[in-house]
């Protein structure tokens, strides 16, 4: 499988027939719940929002294409970002772009800044600016890259590089990671 392409891993990772029917296609399981022989004993799924078996194909195809170990999927963007923010505890600082996304900058200031999160929005194009604000205390660098909405791009080699012990997450809005 290493040695497969892009496009061969998109249709043939995690794409084992199904086991009842031969489905050479993952089926979308549409069922909420699953049936357990005891309380939290079940063939391992219980629920459709803590896992199912297409959201588990999907992932593990986003791994792959990714070049990762682990893939995640979410029912939006919101719902991936507040994740990603979870990672961070009341003290930590964060540097995010100044052109940034409305839902994102209202979840860092209105949300997390009173529990303690501490913030600076530069711009993100202006390297020198991004090595300026990033300090001991920052946990995290959002970057969005084309910004939205200005649809400005930064050059995420460089964030990485000037990252220090950060980690840096992108959020693209307007074209996949490959196309990145």
């Known amino acids: ?30 069922t909420s719940t699953y049936a357990q022989e005891d309380v939290g004993v079940h063939k391992g799924y219980e629920y459709s929002r803590t896992d199912n078996p297409t959201r588990e194909v999907v992932e593990e ?25 979870h990672l961070l ?20 200031d209105k949300v997390l800044a009173p529990w303690g999160l501490r913030y600076d929005l530069v711009d993100q194009t ?13 946990r995290l660098i959002w970057v969005e890259s ?5 649809l400005n791009v930064v050059d995420i080699e460089g964030v990485v590089a ?7 997450a992108v959020d693209n809005t307007f074209a996949t990671p490959v196309n990145q």
């Open 1 to 30: 499988m290493s040695d497969w392409g892009f496009t061969t891993r998109a249709i043939h990772v995690a794409q084992e027939p199904e086991q009842r029917t031969g489905a050479v296609t993952t089926p979308i399981f549409q």
């Open 61 to 85: 195809v986003i791994a792959s294409l990714e070049g990762g170990e682990h893939g995640l999927a979410f029912a939006s963007g919101m719902a991936a970002e507040t994740t990603i923010m």
């Open 89 to 108: 505890k009341a003290g930590d600082h964060v540097v995010a772009g100044d052109d940034l996304y409305g839902g994102t900058y209202r979840l860092v």
């Open 126 to 138: 202006d390297l020198a600016a991004l090595e300026r604000a990033v300090s001991d205390q920052t």
């Open 146 to 150: 084309p910004t939205n909405p200005a």
């Open 162 to 168: 000037r990252r220090g012990q950060a980690l840096v």
